[in-house]
């Protein structure tokens, strides 16, 4: 058994051996890339052995691809920070932000100053201060 991913669908593929011809793979059962858990029709065409595979298999490339997208979302924090910035200078935009909003910006800001601080990563030194110490 092996997976492939085309376009939205996950395919489940297997070998089938033909004596002195060419092998053949024949698709068992295809599902949507986004389905989780595993379907249960998907569960009923596979054996335990194949499910375990598939899991794995999954697993393998949700833990990349949130990798990629946790890369993606640290490179462009401060883009998306300096845009905030210049949408607090407007006062519609200001009055739109509702208290629970406004708590849960400042809730997220004190967490990524505790988050760079516990990967080693604390606030620089102002240059001047630096300079001066």
């Known amino acids: 058994m092996f997976f492939e991913e085309r376009s939205t ?7 089938i051996y033909v ?8 698709t068992v059962v295809s599902f949507d890339k986004y389905s989780r858990p595993i379907p249960d029709e998907v569960r009923a065409k596979l054996t335990e052995e194949e499910l375990v ?3 794995a298999w999954l697993d393998k490339r949700d833990q ?3 990798t990629i997208l946790d890369r993606m979302a640290l490179d462009g924090l401060a883009g998306t920070l300096r845009r905030s910035i210049k949408a607090l200078e407007v006062p519609e935009n200001v009055a739109k932000l509702t208290e629970d909003k406004t708590a849960e910006l400042w809730a997220e800001l004190d967490e990524m100053r505790r988050a760079l601080r516990k990967a080693g990563r604390p606030k620089p030194k102002d240059e001047a201060k630096a300079k001066a110490d």
């Open 19 to 26: 004596s002195g011809a060419n092998n053949k793979n024949e």
């Open 64 to 66: 990349k691809t949130d």
């Open 53 to 55: 595979a598939l899991q």
């Open 9 to 15: 669908k996950i395919l489940c593929r297997r070998v």
